[in-house]
Structures are given as C-alpha cells and as structure tokens.
C-alpha cells in the first residue's frame, strides 16, 4: 500500500470530518465529539500542523496538532489529536505514518515536544511515555503521554486548546 503525507487542503475538510467520525464510531473511550474539536482547532486558527493520509488518491486518515498550554510557562508544546484512520483501513501503517510525519515537522519547526491522551501500548513505539511532573487535569495519568524532543522536560498543568471541550 502506497502512503502519501501531506498538508490538508480546503477541499479535504469535508473528508476528515468522515473519516473522523467513521474512527471514533465504536470506540468506547471516545465521546464522538473528535470532529467538532477539529472543527473548533481550524476555527481558532489553532491547527499548527494538519496532515491527511492518501492512499489511491483518496484520503483516508488524518492527525491534527495543536498547542498546548503548560503551568510552568514551557513554550513550543503541541498537543496530538485527534488521530483517525478509515475503520477498514486500521492497523495497516497509515496512523503510524502520520504520527511519524506530524512529529517530523514538528521538529522541523522547532517545536520542544509533544503530549497526548492514549492508549500507551500504541504510543510508546514512538516514544511517548508518562512524566511524573506533568499532569493534565481529569485524565488519569497512565494515559496521559509526552514525548519530549530534546532535554527539557516541562513540570505543572498542561492546557489542551479550548476546542477540545467542543461538543458540536
């Protein structure tokens, strides 16, 4: 299977948002609002990396990062998610590609790290891991991940952008 990364384009919101809703159908940690939080990112302007995932032309998956907020005043933090992949196209490399390109550039950009709430299982293969002085409020903190990109390790409360309390 052929995978092409790339930036999303206007024409590709409706596709997301399908896809989107498509992923988090049946997942029972999920409250099926992950769409109107990509919604409300592109509305605010706060959709520092968007990338969609083709597969014969047709997109099929996407990632989203957004800045996050830290308590202590650490800057050039980004917030993964929401991740979707074509239900029957999951597990099959193209969350794993997207992931693996959104950190890239990320990097690129200058950015110092990035957190997420998720399965650890899944995201430990790219390095995220629990840090003990980093907390995000309601979230118990097996679940709550970071991978930071250099030495610096940010401590104190993580602040996800308003849109993620977006319910439609």
């Known amino acids: 299977m052929n995978i092409i990364i790339r930036k999303e384009t206007e024409t590709n919101v409706a ?3 399908e896809i ?8 029972p940690h999920s409250h099926q609002t992950e769409q109107f939080i990509i919604h409300a990112l592109r509305k605010a ?12 032309k047709k997109v099929v998956g996407h990632v989203a990062f957004s800045p996050v907020t830290i308590s202590d005043g650490s800057t050039g933090w980004y917030g993964v998610g ?7 196209l999951q597990r099959r490399g193209i969350g794993k590609a997207l ?13 110092k790290g990035c ?19 980093l907390v995000l409020e309601g979230v ?4 709550f991940l970071a991978l930071p990109f250099g030495e610096s390790k940010p401590s ?11 319910k439609s």
């Open 115 to 133: 957190m997420l709430v998720g399965d650890p299982a899944y995201y430990v293969r790219f390095g995220f891991r629990n840090i003990p002085e």
């Open 156 to 166: 104190g409360a993580a602040i996800f952008h308003e849109a993620f309390t977006a």
């Open 82 to 88: 929401p991740v979707s992949v074509v239900p029957e």
């Open 45 to 56: 302007h706060a959709l520092t990396l968007s990338l969609v995932a083709e597969v014969d």
């Open 15 to 17: 596709a997301i948002t």
């Open 20 to 27: 989107t809703i498509a992923a988090f159908a049946n997942n």
């Open 99 to 111: 992931i693996h390109a959104g950190l890239s550039a990320l990097k690129a950009l200058g950015a």
């Open 140 to 143: 118990p903190k097996e679940v």
